[in-house]
C-alpha cells in the first residue's frame, strides 16, 4: 500500500466486493470490469470445539473492543484490511462459504494434491 499511496505503483482494483475503507479511491476488481470478482484474505481466532460458550462470548468482546481502538482499527485500514469483528456464527458461515467457494475453483480447475 505505500508504494501505492505514493504514486510508485498503481493499484488497478481490490479484490474484495466493496472498497476499502483505507483506500477509498481504488476501485474494486468488479468495477474495473471483472463483475462477481471477489477473493479477499482474512482473519480469525477459533477455539476449541467444546469451549464454553461464555468464554467464547468473552473472548469475542475482546477481540472486537481492540480491532475498534483507533491504533489498531488505523494500522490495518492502512494495509489495506477493514477489520469486521463479526460474530462466531458470522464467522462460522464464512468459513463454510469461503470452504464452498474455493473447493468449486479446486474441482474445476481439476486441481490435485501431489
Given at each position: ?41 482474512w482473519?480469525?481466532?477459533l ?19 481492540t ?8 494500522r490495518l ?38
Open positions: 500500500m505505500p508504494y501505492a499511496k505514493n504514486g510508485r505503483l498503481r493499484a488497478l482494483g481490490v479484490t474484495s466486493a466493496k472498497r476499502a475503507a483505507g483506500t477509498p479511491d481504488i476501485p474494486t476488481i468488479a468495477e474495473a470490469g471483472v463483475p462477481g470478482y471477489e477473493a479477499v484474505q482473519f480469525g481466532v477455539a476449541p470445539a467444546g469451549t464454553p460458550r461464555a468464554i467464547v462470548t468473552r473472548l469475542h468482546g475482546e477481540i472486537v473492543r480491532l475498534q481502538t483507533g491504533d489498531v482499527r488505523r485500514q492502512a494495509d489495506g484490511a477493514d477489520p469486521v469483528g463479526s460474530s462466531p456464527e458470522e464467522f462460522a458461515a464464512l468459513l463454510r462459504a469461503e470452504t464452498a467457494k474455493w473447493a468449486k475453483v479446486v474441482k474445476d480447475a481439476g486441481i490435485q494434491p501431489e
